[in-house]
């Protein structure tokens, strides 16, 4: 399973708040949690499943988020 989130997201400020994007880095911070949750629970769903994680940025660049989980 490959998971990506982008950085600006509305929907992120909807659920958590805006200071939780306030910086670049508080921001890469938050989806770190967000997505180490999620792998958690895919792999808790879904045991033995691959997961890879990544962040993208509106400049189309993109950085891996945690690491990646192999079947």
Sequence with gaps: MIVVNHR???AVQI???PDVIATPEIE???HERILDYFRQEALRRHP???VE???TGLD???EQ???IIPA
Excluded: E, F, K, M
């Design 8 to 10: 600006d997201c509305g």
């Design 15 to 17: 659920a958590y708040g």
């Design 28 to 30: 890469t911070q938050t």
């Design 48 to 50: 033995g499943i691959s």
């Design 53 to 55: 994680s990544y962040l």
């Design 60 to 62: 189309g660049s993109v």
């Design 65 to 67: 988020i945690g690491p």
